[in-house]
Nanobody, 114 residues
Framework: QVQLVESGGGLVQAGGSLRLSCAAS????????MGWYRQAPGKQRELVAR???????SYADSVKGRFTISRDNAKKTVYLQMNSLKPEDTAVYYC????????WGQGTQVTVSS
């Protein structure tokens, strides 16, 4: 069973930046499309960024141009660089495989103050 551990969240002022990391156990990481999701209070979890096996990326319109997803298969880690953060980016952020979803990790809280 693959385990996911997200980190890097915190409290930041609007306009600031954060870099999230998600480390995965198991040997199948490199063969999976990976995604970053977020869930704000009272809202459904949404996919904000995805990266394919050959590192083709796509983003939700709400984060396009501000967030960058990347991956390091040797480290079994996926990253989310978040710039120009807005209060509406406040949420718990999770990563997971889109190829074959694993159990969710604990997520990492991102809070953006205005």
């Amino acid at each position: 069973q693959v385990q996911l551990v997200e980190s890097g969240g915190g409290l930041v002022q609007a306009g600031g930046s954060l870099r999230l990391s998600c480390a995965a156990s198991g040997s199948i990481f490199s063969t999976n499309v990976m995604g970053w999701y977020r869930q704000a209070p009272g809202k459904q979890r949404e996919l904000v960024a995805r990266i394919s096996i050959n590192e083709i990326t796509s983003y939700a319109d709400s984060v396009k141009g501000r967030f960058t997803i990347s991956r390091d298969n040797a480290k079994k880690t996926v990253y989310l660089q978040m710039n120009s953060l807005k209060p509406e980016d406040t949420a718990v952020y999770y990563c997971n495989s889109l190829t074959f979803p694993w159990s969710w990790g604990q997520g990492t809280q991102v809070t953006v103050s205005s």
